[in-house]
């Protein structure tokens, strides 16, 4: 069967442990990849140019928009980021599935242009346990951990239009679903119709 | 989270290997139960009443259906199959998973009664496969399984409105694929959005 691989988006606020989720979930799965994003934004120590992100400047982010290279784009605490359209059009054909790990309103704008992409939205227990999270990363300020609380509930009200919600109260549960969810959606009727044609 | 259960409905012609894939699939889940359905048709050897089917009369079962006691019901070779609505939604409310193994035609109903129900359509390979092994099963008669070979590429046709279609080639890659699918409609977004909204 020579299938094209599935769009997988998953969002969730900042400090949800959206990473750890789905490196548990894809460990030794060969037919999943990420798709790397261009950003604005300045790398972080460690991050590596074509690995983490794309570090592109505004101009180039501009121009990318406005030749639809983008198949989404957000701009995010004052910066930049995107998905390269040919980038995942090019693995989907190749039968990988493909991570999206973007903001709601990118979300929703793949929503649009692809409805068949499989949306999953992961969720802290509660915005407590989500502040603890956040304050125990270290790596925000007092001001950017109020601003990333206050997005996280913004984009809880947005957020009706996924397929899936896990709640990540415990990693070995939120990661089997991920999991799961990955290879439901490899058996989807829509996506296998025309083989049953066949028969 | 009290959560109520999913309905789970599993269709797929006759000698596809329905039961063996449920079976392996639900090995080692307590979330999951399946739905016995009312049929008027004999037992088979071995069968017992109440476990694989509970078996009525024609009557009890015109009566069933007048008194929309069967989420679905439907004929087949002659003989009424059906499934009794109150025993589902007791199941449902407790949590379980109901598994319905049920024609296409009985499907249908159930897709217009509860649009939420995860349908799930299993295939062989090819309908020679099947052919062989309704011929290796040893329990129909030629013109029973000539029948059921017409039956299955019917059901072919009629099945575009299924979530899933899950190809049996594999019996570890298909339980693998059902499981998935179980546990998958168990972080479906709407069953989860009023939990969502409690953040």
Known sequence: MNETGRLIVISGP???????????????????????????????PGEVDGREYFFIDRTRFHEMVERDE???????????????????????????????DIEVQGARQVRAAMPEAVMIF??????????QRLRSRGTDTEEAVASRLERARQEFHEAEFYDYLIVNEDLDNAAHALDAIIEAAHWRFSDRAAWLKKL
Chains 1, 2 share one sequence.
């Not at 789905?22 to 300045?42: L, P, Q, W, Y």
């Not at 910066?79 to 390269?84: D, Q």
């Not at 992961?122 to 989500?130: D, K, N, Q, T």
């Open 14 to 44: 900042s400090g949800v442990g959206k990473s750890t989720v789905v490196n548990r979930a894809i460990e030794g799965r060969t037919d999943v990849c990420f798709s790397t994003s261009v950003t604005t934004r300045a790398p972080r």
């Open 70 to 100: 983008l198949l989404e784009y957000a701009e995010y605490v004052s910066n930049g980021y995107g998905t390269p359209r040919a980038f995942v059009e090019q693995k989907l054909k190749e039968g990988m599935n493909v991570l999206l």
């Open 122 to 131: 992961i969720a802290p227990p509660s915005l407590e346990v989500l502040e």
